[in-house]
T-cell receptor
Framework: GAGVSQSPSNKVTEKGKDVELRCDPISGHTALYWYRQSLGQGLEFLIYFQGNSAPDKSGLPSDRFSAERTGGSVSTLTIQRTQQEDSAVYLC??????????FGPGTRLTVL | SQQGEEDPQALSIQEGENATMNCSYKTSINNLQWYRQNSGRGLVHLILIRSNEREKHSGRLRVTLDTSKKSSSLLITASRAADTASYFCAPFGRYKLSFGAGTTVTVRA
C-alpha cells in the first residue's frame, strides 16, 4: 500500500516568513511523529501524536513551532517567523500497532 | 539519555567484505531498532530486536543485543555498493525512538 508522504519535498523561504509542512501517514496508523535532521546529524524528535491523546510536544525547540493532526490522519507542522537555524530536513513517521516507524521522504527546508 | 550512539562514525569497506557497527545506549528499552538512510532523506526500517532477544537475522543482516552492557551491533555480510548509506540505531522506550548521529558506510566497488 501507499507509504508516508510529505509535501513539499523542498521549501525555500526567507527569514521571518511562516512555513507549513504536511504529512500524510499510512492509513490506519494511529501514531505519528515529526523529526528534524540537520546536515550530517541524527534525528531530533519534535512531536508525537497518538490517537486522541494530548500530543507529546516536548521536542519542539521553541514556541515558533507547532503541529496539528486533523481527524487522526494528516498532520501539519508550522514554523512561524523562520530563522536560518531552522534549515533542516523535516521527517514524518507513522507507526503501526507494533513499534516499527515508517518514514516519509522528508521536506528539505532552506531559510535564506 | 536513551539516545543511541553509534560507533564508528564512518566506515569504508571493499565490496564483498563485512561491515560491523556498534551502538550503545543508557536507559532500559523495550526494543532496539536499526534504520538505514540513503542520501539524507527518508529512513528505512531494517530490523527490530526485542529486549528479551540476543540475536536476530534478516537476510545479510545480523543484529545482536546485550542489555546488560546496553549495547547492540549490526553486521552486514557480503556488502554491496547499494549498502552505501548511513545506519542508525534507535532504542525504543515507552513510545519514542531516540536516534544517534549514525554510522556512514561506504562500500567501494
Amino acid at each position: 500500500g501507499a507509504g508516508v508522504s510529505q509535501s513539499p519535498s523542498n521549501k525555500v523561504t526567507e527569514k521571518g516568513k511562516d512555513v507549513e509542512l504536511r504529512c500524510d501517514p499510512i492509513s490506519g496508523h494511529t501514531a505519528l511523529y515529526w523529526y528534524r535532521q540537520s546536515l550530517g546529524q541524527g534525528l531530533e524528535f519534535l512531536i508525537y501524536f497518538q490517537g486522541n491523546s494530548a500530543p507529546d510536544k516536548s521536542g519542539l525547540p521553541s514556541d515558533r513551532f507547532s503541529a496539528e493532526r486533523t481527524g487522526g490522519s494528516v498532520s501539519t507542522l508550522t514554523i512561524q517567523r523562520t530563522q536560518q537555524e531552522d534549515s533542516a530536513v523535516y521527517l514524518c513517521a507513522s507507526r503501526d500497532s507494533g513499534d516499527t516507524q515508517y518514514f516519509g521522504p522528508g521536506t528539505r527546508l532552506t531559510v535564506l | 539519555s536513551q539516545q543511541g550512539e553509534e560507533d564508528p562514525q564512518a566506515l569504508s569497506i571493499q565490496e564483498g567484505e563485512n561491515a560491523t557497527m556498534n551502538c550503545s545506549y543508557k536507559t532500559s528499552i523495550n526494543n532496539l531498532q536499526w534504520y538505514r538512510q540513503n542520501s539524507g532523506r527518508g529512513l528505512v526500517h531494517l530490523i527490530l530486536i526485542r529486549s528479551n532477544e540476543r540475536e536476530k537475522h534478516s537476510g545479510r543482516l545480523r543484529v545482536t543485543l546485550d542489555t546488560s552492557k546496553k549495547s547492540s551491533s549490526l553486521l552486514i555480510t557480503a556488502s554491496r555498493a547499494a549498502d552505501t548509506a548511513s545506519y542508525f540505531c534507535a532504542p525504543f522506550g515507552r513510545y519514542k525512538l531516540s536516534f544517534g548521529a549514525g554510522t556512514t558506510v561506504t562500500v567501494r566497488a
